[in-house]
């Protein structure tokens, strides 16, 4: 259950590189917080994490996550998600996609050995979160990411627990990627496919490295090429989160907020905007 909230940020090889990494501390006159950006699945060989992230763990009081992970196991949810994932009205895949582009789904689909008539009533996105699955699964993505990993240490550690976005709101988001324009969420989704595992080694050794250059091409061509999809999931996402992390920096508790590494760079990114409102930004190294 847990994997279908965190698959649809895949945009994310172990280095033993001595440089910056995803980490920065913000802050603003005497308080401070952590702001981490998260590959949300991982492989075994990804771990141990670069040490800033631990060190920004102990530093900290209170860990504050995108959406509360626990409550992704609940079987009301898992209800709550079927009823949202499937195309309203009866309508089914053929319905809402050209013929062309069903066709070019169909046929990603049976290299990954999915049927795609099987999945005819559920809309796009979760067809693709899916197919994503598999192919993670394939390429020995099985690991915890971030997220799950300081979730847990966090519980161990006995920390306060916050969260940026209620699991009820992810659940929009996942389900509603691409709606009024499926035809472009799924070439969009499709187009690097077969080259998702050379993809995700270069995203993640950026990652680690704490290099943006790659992510930032990435976002701006998700910008330039799906404006709508990029508005959805970052810029409106990172403006929603804006107010509490600044509450985060103003009051006495030092946080440690992990959210996904896309969303911290670029002109929209947290990054940048939190520069903009004169916060102090310091990368980890």
């Known amino acids: 259950m847990k994997q279908l909230f965190t698959l649809f940020l895949l945009f994310f090889v172990l280095t033993k590189a001595q440089a ?131 979730h847990k240490k966090a519980k161990e550690h006995e920390k306060t627990l916050g969260f940026l976005e209620t699991v009820e709101e992810q659940l929009d988001i996942l389900t509603s990627m691409g709606e009024g324009n499926e035809d472009s969420f799924v070439n969009y989704s499709l187009e690097d496919m077969d080259d998702m595992e050379s993809a995700m080694d270069e995203m993640t050794k950026n990652w680690r490295n704490g290099s943006s250059d790659l992510m930032i091409t990435q976002l701006t061509e998700m910008k330039n090429e799906y404006p709508d999809i990029y508005k959805s999931i970052m810029v409106d996402r990172n403006n929603n989160w804006m107010p509490q992390i600044e509450g985060f920096i103003n009051d006495e508790v030092t946080e440690f907020v992990i959210v996904g590494a896309l969303h911290l760079h670029g002109p929209d990114g947290l990054l940048n905007m939190l520069k903009a409102k004169g916060y102090k930004v310091e990368q980890l190294q």
């Not at 209800?79 to 499937?86: E, F, I, N, T």
């Not at 013929?99 to 999915?114: F, G, H, P, R, W």
């Not at 999945?119 to 799950?148: E, N, Y």
């Open 20 to 150: 910056q990494t995803s980490v920065w501390r913000v802050s603003s006159g005497g308080n401070e917080i952590y702001l981490a950006g998260s590959i949300h699945l991982l492989k075994e060989s990804d771990y141990p994490l670069p040490k800033e992230f631990d060190i920004a763990f102990n530093k900290s009081k209170k860990v504050v996550f995108e959406t509360d992970i626990d409550k992704l196991n609940d079987p009301q949810i898992a209800q709550v998600l079927l009823s949202k994932a499937m195309i309203p009205d009866n309508k089914t895949l053929k319905d809402v996609l050209s013929e062309e582009v069903y066709k070019k789904l169909e046929q990603e689909c049976n290299k990954l050995s999915i049927p795609l008539a099987s999945l005819s009533r559920f809309k796009p996105s979760m067809v693709i979160v899916t197919m994503s699955g598999i192919k993670l699964q394939q390429m020995g993505v099985t690991a915890d990411g971030v997220d799950q990993h300081f």
